[in-house]
């Protein structure tokens, strides 16, 4: 069973910057896609960004030239650095461990695995 744990979420002004953590256990990590998805109140979840084990990585146009996706296999750890952050980026993050891509290239990836973190708050106010 693959267990996730983000981290790194807090409160941060129109213009900052963070860095979102989720380290992987109990799975084979260099197997999989490794994604972020983030949900904000009374939408539904969306994907933000996910690379693959050869680091080939996929955007939501929302954020394409601000984020920006990277894993670490030896630490089981994928990373999510958020600069430039805007209101509407505000939402629960949710880490995603993939092992079966089917989606990966067809155009709009989103992942069927059941692999989610518990989430970590994004809150960008003045």
């Known amino acids: 069973q693959v267990q996730l744990v983000e981290s790194g979420g807090g409160l941060v002004r129109p213009g900052g910057s963070l860095r979102l953590s989720c380290v992987a256990s109990g799975g084979v990590f260099d197997i999989y896609v490794m994604g972020w998805y983030r949900q904000a109140p009374g939408k539904q979840r969306e994907l933000v960004a996910a690379?693959?084990?050869?680091?080939?990585?996929n955007y939501a146009d929302s954020v394409k030239g601000r984020f920006t996706i990277s894993r670490d296999n030896a630490k089981a750890t994928v990373y999510l650095q958020m600069n430039n952050l805007q209101p509407e980026d505000t939402a629960a993050y949710y880490c995603?461990?993939?092992?079966?891509?089917?989606?990966?290239?067809?155009?709009?990836?989103?992942?069927?695995?059941?692999?989610w973190g518990q989430g970590t708050q994004v809150t960008v106010s003045s």
């Open positions: 995603n461990a993939d092992p079966l891509p089917i989606t990966w290239n067809s155009g709009s990836y989103y992942s069927a695995s059941d692999y």
């Open positions: 690379i693959t084990n050869s680091d080939t990585t």
